[in-house]
């Protein structure tokens, strides 16, 4: 069903709310609202994931070095039934003004608890906005360009890979994950259609972002059945996945953050999502007073706020062509001559 014409100019008007939201700027000392602490909430895996919960982390480590701001978090408990619970405990509390929940998981009930407490600010990283949903004044989601940079990651490893077999393994099998995994088939059959990919997802639950065995597991499944390159978007499972293309020595394409100090040498490159930048413009809009709920705001290419890794430590692996090959794919992506639809999903 393709969505009205009402439905994907609200959408617009949502993006237009947040322009802007995206580019670097300096701001001034901390304004009085900028004496309330920040509170965040940690989704499956928290800290020490080393990738996306780690990255959101150290945005706040940083807005605390910048411009001195006090912040609080709160590790999830189990499965992170607890999100609820958790956001509430932060809104009550008279000293913090400024919530983030961390993940795709809070969406609901982030939405809710925005209504319920209009005097304070919240924040959703990878909010997913439901259509038929107003987004709260007072919440502004983050979102990221995962499609496109998964793009990059198929083209990349298509154009790497000797076998012509390479394999896609995500977390929670959830509309964010799938984004990467037909972001990066897409990408593959660009380059060439002739490769096969094999694909898995470590479970339904958002636990599945927490087990690194399982992740190992299903990575050495597809490496015996000969890929040579797995991309991971699997929180920290995806630490599994790492461990075992060290183990077979084949290669490995990780996801939010440059995780090649896990694995030096098998880390083809990573897709990275740049929470911490995203999260401290963000925070820097709260502190001087121009934070814009009611929308998501989008970090894509265009910044590199959505990118990929190149440099000294895998230039080797990629090569001088592909590198340039690459960048000439990711221009057009941004230019629009390469179209990556967001919604579709790749059979």
Known sequence: MKPSLSLFVLFLFFLAG????????????????GKSRIGLVFDVGGRGDK???????????????????????????????????????????????????????????ITAIAREFPDKKFVCIDYIHQPKVVIP???????FEEKKGSFLAGALAAMVTKT??????????????KKFESGFIEGV??????????SGYIGMTGSAFADPAKGKELALGQYGRGADIVYQAAGASGLGVIEAAKETRK??????????????????????KAVDRA???????????????GCV???????????????????????????????????????GEIVVDETAVVQ
């Open 189 to 198: 059959r660009s380059i060439n259609p002739a490769v096969r990919v094999i």
């Open 251 to 272: 290669l490995v394409i990780c996801t939010d953050r440059d995780q090649e100090p896990e694995a030096p040498g098998f880390v083809l490159t990573s897709m990275t």
């Open 297 to 335: 705001s989008v970090f894509g290419l265009a910044d590199r706020y959505t990118d990929y890794v190149y440099n000294n430590k895998n230039a080797s692996l990629i090569g001088i062509k592909n590198y340039q090959q690459l960048e000439d794919i990711r221009k057009k992506l941004i230019a």
């Open 51 to 109: 990738s996306f919960n780690d990255s959101a982390y150290n945005g706040l480590e940083i807005a605390k070095a910048k411009h001195g701001v006090n912040f609080i978090f709160i590790e999830p408990q189990g499965e992170g039934a607890d999100r609820e619970a958790s956001l509430r405990q932060m809104a009550v509390d008279p000293d913090i003004g400024l919530i983030i929940g961390v993940g795709m998981l809070f969406s609901e009930d």
């Open 18 to 33: 947040c322009s802007g939201q995206n580019r670097e700027k300096q701001i001034s000392a901390p304004s009085s609202v």
């Open 164 to 177: 012509k077999t390479v394999g896609f393994i995500g977390g929670m099998e959830s509309s964010v994950i």
């Open 279 to 293: 999260l401290l413009k963000t925070v820097e809009t709260f502190l001087d007073g121009s934070f814009k709920g």
């Open 137 to 143: 004044a007072n919440l502004q989601g983050i979102a």
